[in-house]
């Protein structure tokens, strides 16, 4: 399956994509796509749901905001530098186990929503509007079942499905300054989720995934999941020895190399550019970069 939300923000609804590519709404299953959902079978009571309610969903009209496929999980924890390209373009040794970090969940929004530029101190204490924001195309885990210490035999089965994730950063302040890298990563509108949830049963290899992101049109990252260092076992697994999973929570796996950071001379985003991403099988996602002030400082 599927899964989407849609509807104005804070107040999606759930609903599903048909075979032929129609949004239904699902409100009248009763749920939203949250941990309760996952904790409780929901994707296995939904789909038994449809077999005989599906004709009477209502169709979602097209021009319908998608909001993020998952009701906002108690964690969102990122891998950063999970492919040797991108770990060398940013000059960082490559890993010897997963970086992990976190990223706030109020951070989240649709795959179609704007990515804002945020305002920041500068070093004199002026508000200014950030310089250094950019892009990461990354694929993203979701799970199913609450989950702690596992071996890599079990993590798989824990994975409720997986989602398209761009991971903008704010590199001034996640890199620049001291502290950690949520700072840079948790600005609002800088983890746009979806534009849905697919199920693992139609993702027979998620280590064989083509990932891509574009900025006004020019390819800038084109990779595969296969070069990720760390599996999506492994790293369900690396996660799961730190914390506690909950159902519906999301490990992104890390970016490849092409990142605006990466580039000589740098790029960033500015107001008015325009982003496409997409991973196979995962759908495409595309966001137009406002910015929080109107002259970019």
């Keep these: ?46 789909a038994g749901w449809l077999e005989s309610n599906r004709p009477s969903c209502p169709v979602v009209p097209a ?44 951070s989240i929004c649709g795959p179609f929503d704007d990515i804002v530029i945020p305002r920041i ?50 590199r001034e302040t996640q890199l620049h300054r001291s502290g950690q890298w949520v700072k840079g990563k948790s600005f609002d509108s800088f983890a746009p989720l979806g534009p849905w949830l697919v199920t693992p049963d139609e993702i027979p290899d998620p280590g064989q995934l083509a990932l891509w992101l574009k900025l006004n049109g020019e390819v800038m990252q084109n990779d595969n999941t296969r070069e990720m ?23 992104t796996t890390g970016t490849p190399f092409g990142v605006g950071m990466g580039l000589r001379p740098e790029r960033y985003l500015r107001a008015g550019d325009e982003i496409e991403l997409g991973i196979e099988g995962l759908g495409i996602a595309r966001q137009r970069v406002t910015c929080d002030i109107d002259a970019m400082a």
Excluded at 17 to 27: E, F, K, T
Aim: aromatic share 8%; proline share 6%; hydrophobic share 40%.
């Design 229 to 251: 260092i760390f599996p999506l076992p492994e790293l369900i697994r690396y996660v799961s020895w730190h914390m506690r999973l909950l159902p519906g929570d999301i490990i």
């Design 63 to 106: 021009h319908t905001r998608l909001g993020p496929p998952v009701a906002r999980p108690s964690k969102l924890v990122c891998v950063g530098l999970n492919y040797v390209t991108h770990a060398r373009e940013a000059g960082m040794e490559i890993p010897d186990e997963p970086v992990l970090f976190m990223k706030s969940t109020t």
């Design 121 to 170: 101190r500068s070093a004199t204490g002026e508000e200014v509007a950030a310089q250094q924001t950019d892009w990461e195309v990354e694929l993203a885990i979701v799970i199913g079942r609450e989950c702690v210490r596992l071996s890599e035999q079990e993590a798989m089965d824990h994975v409720a499905g997986y989602v398209l994730h761009n991971d903008v950063s704010e």
């Design 1 to 46: 399956m599927k899964l989407i939300r849609f509807g104005a923000a804070g107040k999606e609804q759930p609903g599903i994509v048909n075979d032929d590519g129609i949004w239904l709404d699902c409100s009248a299953f009763g749920t939203d796509w949250n941990e309760s959902f996952f904790a409780n079978g929901g994707p296995e009571a939904l």
